[in-house]
Nanobody, 126 residues
C-alpha cells in the first residue's frame, strides 16, 4: 500500500523556521522524484519544491527560492523541506507527492502526481 506521511507542521512566528518530513512506504520511493506542494484556503494546490530520485536535481517556486531547502535520505525513505524566514503568505496545508511514473522527473505540475499524503498544516502568524 502506497503511503506518504507528512509531519513537522505547526504554528510559527514570521521569520521563524520549520522542517517538514515526508515518509514514504509501499513503493520504491528512492526511484521517484518527490515534490512538496501547498494549498491555502480558497486557492488551488501549488508546487513549492521538488527533488529528483538521486537528489541531483532540485527545483523551487520563485516564492520560496532562497528560503526553502529540499533534501532526501533514501536510506530512510524520507524527504525533507527546511523552511526558513517564513512569511504569513506561506500559511497553507503542505503536501508531499510522488509522480505518476518513475520516468517523470522533478517538476511542479500537480497533474503529474498521483500519490499524495494527508498534509500537514503550517501557520505563520504573530
Amino acid at each position: 500500500q502506497v503511503q506518504l506521511v507528512e509531519s513537522g507542521g505547526g504554528l510559527v512566528q514570521p521569520g521563524g523556521s520549520l522542517r517538514l518530513s515526508c515518509a514514504a512506504s509501499g513503493f520504491s520511493s528512492d526511484n521517484y522524484a518527490i515534490g512538496w506542494f501547498r494549498q491555502a484556503p480558497g486557492k488551488e494546490r501549488e508546487g513549492v519544491s521538488c527533488i529528483s530520485s538521486s537528489a541531483g536535481t532540485t527545483y523551487y517556486a520563485d516564492s520560496v527560492k532562497g528560503r526553502f531547502t529540499i533534501s532526501r535520505d533514501n536510506a530512510k525513505n524520507t524527504v525533507y523541506l527546511q523552511m526558513n524566514s517564513l512569511k504569513p503568505e506561506d500559511t497553507a496545508v503542505y503536501y508531499c507527492g510522488a509522480p505518476i511514473a518513475r520516468s517523470v522527473g522533478c517538476g511542479l505540475r500537480v497533474r503529474w502526481y498521483d500519490k499524495w499524503g494527508q498534509g500537514t498544516q503550517v501557520t505563520v502568524s504573530s
